[in-house]
């Protein structure tokens, strides 16, 4: 497996860990529906959270949660919006980024909540 592989693995289990060390539930990590993916979908008393989980070796190449474009957003919101409805989940959805620098086991994390909002499409007339 490529280095960087196995680094976006590494840091995705210690975003686990560090979500279930602050009392989140979860409920998948990696969930795949035909194109649409989720890193990690977890669970607090009252919401349902959607993590994005980015992790750099070092921070040359700026910050990890910078490469969460526009793009990939519109994606996870789609991946989100098809999780919930084939779950059947009736909870407040909230969007987090996990942005993750260095090697295992010394990763520096920081938890970015409700890093982003679904686009509100507004129809006129």
């Known amino acids: 497996m490529a ?12 975003a686990c860990a560090y979500l ?3 009392g989140y539930k979860i409920l998948h990590t990696n969930w795949r529906r035909g194109r649409c993916e989720l890193d990690i979908v977890a669970q607090t008393e009252d919401e349902l959270v959607i993590v994005e989980v980015k992790t750099r ?4 190449l700026g910050d990890p949660e910078d490469a969460v474009t526009n793009s990939k957003i519109k994606n996870i919101i789609e991946a989100a919006d098809i999780y919930i ?3 059947d989940i009736d909870l407040p959805a909230r969007f987090d980024i996990i942005s ?5 086991p010394n990763f520096e994390i920081e ?5 982003f909002y679904p686009p509100v499409n507004i129809r006129r007339r």
């Open 111 to 115: 938890h970015i909540e409700d890093a």
């Open 57 to 60: 070796s070092d921070g040359g």
């Open 3 to 14: 280095e960087h592989n196995e680094l976006g693995k590494d840091g995705e289990a210690a």
């Open 85 to 87: 409805k084939s779950s």
């Open 20 to 22: 279930k060390e602050n």
């Open 100 to 104: 993750i620098i260095g090697k295992s």
